[in-house]
């Protein structure tokens, strides 16, 4: 436990409760509201028009987006979305205030005062400006800003970074900020991620193939200089270092391609559809680079992997889930909070 002192507020000459020394603001990606075709397009509007997930002119891009994209998908999005939305709401959000919930309890009893958290959506609801927003209204004048994104990339950590930036241009007071970049080799991240497959084989048995997919980008990106293939790389060495694993019982894919522009490969679900003929009969799947189970984990790799590796001869095939609000997932959130608090307390 570390004793963590706040700046006392002070209202003419009454003392009140002491400030908290910092507050977290832990982002996400976002949702839709609800799981139909117009709080899709309303969410997929703001998504899919951030020049640091499609980089194309707009004078391009918004045309395409405008008078195709948002009048043919988010009818058939909506329904996938239905497809996995549970009576509390979107799994992503309603994990996130877990993990949220947790974390704030978790600082708080490390620094022996109230650590506000709270959340920030780069698309969707609450925004970013939101969470913001209620961290200064809980006293916090300091924030670790902490996006949920292990592996660095421009169209996502860049973006929550864009966002912040443009909250700042907006307010005359801004508050003290730290940014949390990456943290695709921590040590507590790839431990927890281990603890989560060896927790599954324990409990399903171990499939012949580890399968590691992780959300795409377009290749252009990553030549022209984001870091996010390489690091996605090193994670997967990493955990299949730590579970000791032969190199013929573990791979990477990529998953979530959008649009007719080569993406990174091998593509998930063209992988999944060509193990089986090479003898390949059961696998499981994990997906390191989200810190929350949601439409691209539940959908696409737990339905519809299964579907297509089934389908071409499978045997087995199992969905290793997110880490969510498991206890070394609370752990290391904390761990990457308290490496940007340094000197705060």
């Known amino acids: 436990m570390l004793a963590c002192g706040g700046n006392w507020l002070i209202k003419g000459t009454t003392l009140t409760s002491p400030s908290p020394a910092f507050g977290v603001l832990l982002v996400n990606l976002g949702t839709p509201d609800e799981p139909t075709p117009r709080a899709v397009k309303r969410f997929l509007k703001q998504f899919l ?8 002119s707009p004078w391009l891009w918004q045309p395409i987006l405008q008078g195709i994209i948002l009048n043919t998908r988010p009818a058939k999005v909506a329904k996938l979305y239905e497809s996995v939305w549970t009576e509390q709401g979107s799994p992503l959000m ?12 978790d600082l708080s009893a490390t620094f022996n005062q109230h650590i506000p958290v709270e959340l920030g959506m780069s698309y969707g609801n609450p925004s970013i400006d939101a969470g913001i927003e209620k961290l200064k209204a809980r006293g916090a004048e300091r924030i670790v800003v902490l996006p949920l ?16 930036a443009n909250y700042c241009t907006q307010v005359r007071d801004i508050p003290e900020l730290r ?17 989560s497959v060896r927790r599954h084989w324990k409990l399903n048995g171990q499939a012949q193939k580890l399968i590691l997919s992780f959300h795409g980008i377009p290749l252009r990106y990553a030549t022209e200089g984001d870091p996010y293939p390489q690091q996605c790389f090193a994670t997967a060495k990493l955990l299949a270092q730590t579970l000791g694993l032969d190199d013929d019982q573990w791979q990477v894919c990529f998953q979530s391609r959008f649009g007719k522009e080569e993406w990174l490969t091998p593509y998930a679900d063209e992988l999944l559809g060509q193990l089986p003929a090479k003898g390949v009969k059961s696998v499981d799947v994990i997906c390191p680079a989200f810190a929350t189970d949601c439409l691209e984990t539940l959908e696409e790799i737990s339905i519809g992997g299964a579907e297509t590796f089934l389908h071409a001869g499978g045997e087995k095939y199992q969905f290793i889930p997110c880490l969510n609000d498991d206890e070394l ?13 340094q000197s705060w307390c």
């Open 329 to 341: 997932h609370i752990e290391l959130l904390r761990q990457l909070v308290q490496e940007q608090a």
């Open 94 to 105: 309603v994990i996130s205030e877990q993990q949220a919930q947790k974390l704030e309890a």
């Open 49 to 56: 028009s951030d020049p640091r997930v499609v980089d194309m």
């Open 179 to 195: 940014f949390s970049k990456q943290y695709f080799d921590h040590s507590a991240y790839i431990e927890a991620l281990a603890q």
């Open 149 to 164: 994104y292990p592996q660095y990339s421009c169209s996502t950590v860049a973006s929550v970074f864009d966002a912040v």
